[in-house]
């Protein structure tokens, strides 16, 4: 694929972590790079062979296309004044703090005719994109119980994440990611329910959420103590059959459907994990800018998980469920 997008100009914003997956799958798809940062511009500049803007204006002058990678409390001002600039946007997950904040983006896209897309990469994840398929398909029936996790080192290496009117805390930061999944495979959420634990150095959460078919998600998300060890787990039990994955044991996503025929074969997913989440994305991103097919994730997609995740942070604060109302499409 590389060459494909020779021609697309990307202005990456940020230096910090996932510009070390984003910048890499750029270069990958054959796009220029031109890098703005406050802070380790240079370093990463080098590190990757591209050229630095040294103002957002400089940045505008020089792409197409601006790729968000920075702390989540820039995302709406920089995704605004990049879409105002004229320029297509891709934003690192949460688009914005608060579902107003997300909506005034989406409409001010739709005014300026420009794409935003939202990067919640874990649909391009192997095991969840199967998930979701053989959900969509049929071959566990009508899922019923649903149960993500995902677990991880409290975040100390930027003190924004400590602040929750900065990050929105672990629901918006971090299990934003398995509500989203959720919903993307359950369908739409009428309510929320949410309880949350902080003790010194960790945290954790569990949001329950009720889909309209009347399926019932159980997210856990945790922030451990220094050390943890990342590791997802999920499992959707359907009226048919079960599948389940977990990162600590296999990469392969396991299903349970009772006994089969003997005239089948065993349904077993590849195992192999193929290409980088972030390059697949990107590269639904770049198609799309491009006139091509709508990505699997959409504005609304975003909207509704900072909605779900606002949501399950107003029940943590209440001690109640908290209704969802359905999002309305932007023009």
Not at 47 to 59: D, K, P
Not at 87 to 100: G, N, Q, S
Not at 126 to 133: I, K, S, V
Not at 299 to 318: C, E, Q, R, Y
């Amino acid at each position: 694929m590389s060459g494909l997008f020779v021609k697309l100009s990307i202005g990456l914003i940020g230096a910090g972590g996932i510009t070390h997956v984003h910048i890499p799958a750029w270069l990958a798809l054959g796009a220029r790079v031109t890098v703005y940062s406050l802070d380790g511009a240079e370093d990463i500049a080098a590190q990757y062979g591209i050229e630095i803007a040294h103002s957002l204006e400089q940045l505008f002058d020089t792409c197409d296309v601006v790729d968000i990678c920075t702390p989540t409390p820039t995302h709406f001002r920089l995704a605004e004044r990049a879409l105002r600039a004229g320029k297509h946007v891709i934003c690192e997950k949460p688009i914005a703090l608060t579902e107003a904040d997300a909506t005034a983006l989406s409409e001010l896209a739709a005014f300026v005719g420009k794409q935003l897309h939202p990067a919640h990469v874990v649909r391009y994840f192997p095991e969840y994109a199967l998930a979701h398929e053989r959900v969509a398909a049929g071959h566990i029936g009508e899922p019923a119980i649903l149960r993500f996790s995902r677990i991880g080192e409290y975040p100390t290496w930027s003190s924004w994440f400590a602040d929750s009117k900065q990050s929105g805390g672990i629901v918006l930061d971090q299990m934003i990611h398995d509500l989203d999944i959720a919903r993307w495979i359950a369908g739409e959420v009428t309510e929320v329910y949410a309880v949350k634990s902080s003790v010194s150095g960790c945290e954790t959460a569990q949001v329950v959420l009720t889909h309209e078919r009347g399926a019932l998600s159980y997210v856990t998300g945790v922030w451990g103590a220094p050390g943890t060890t990342f590791a997802t787990t999920f499992s959707v039990a359907g009226s048919t059959g079960v599948l389940t994955h977990d990162s600590r044991t296999d990469t392969s996503l396991r299903f349970d459907l009772g006994a089969a025929p003997t005239d089948t074969h065993a349904m077993r997913p590849d195992t192999s994990l193929g290409e980088s989440p972030y390059l697949s994305e990107l590269r639904e991103f770049a198609e799309a800018i491009a006139g091509g097919a709508e990505p699997r994730v959409s504005l609304l997609d975003a909207k509704s998980a900072v909605g779900l995740a606002v949501a399950a942070n107003a029940s943590i604060a209440s001690g109640q469920s908290v209704s969802v109302a359905r999002q309305a499409v932007s023009a």
